[in-house]
């Protein structure tokens, strides 16, 4: 919600459903909106840890703007 980015400074960690890179994919999109302009990056030990998640490729995906 609006007021938790107004309440957290803008900083916003997203974490718990990232199991994929189109889980990455949706959140860099929505950081680029007015909805999602605190979020700042995402925590995604689980799904790297059962493979799920390859986590050079979501690194060179987020690397690429």
């Known amino acids: 919600p609006d007021h938790v980015h ?4 803008g900083r916003i960690i997203a974490s718990g459903g990232i199991a ?4 990455i994919v949706d959140l860099h999109e929505a950081a680029r909106n007015a909805k999602g302009a ?3 990056g995402v925590i ?6 059962e493979g799920r998640l390859n986590l050079s490729e ?8």
């Not at 995604?44 to 840890?49: D, L, S, V």
């Open 20 to 23: 994929k890179l189109c889980d």
């Open 6 to 9: 107004v309440m957290m400074d």
């Open 58 to 65: 979501a690194q060179q995906y987020c690397d690429r703007d």
């Open 44 to 49: 995604t030990g689980r799904a790297i840890y």
């Open 38 to 40: 605190g979020i700042m």
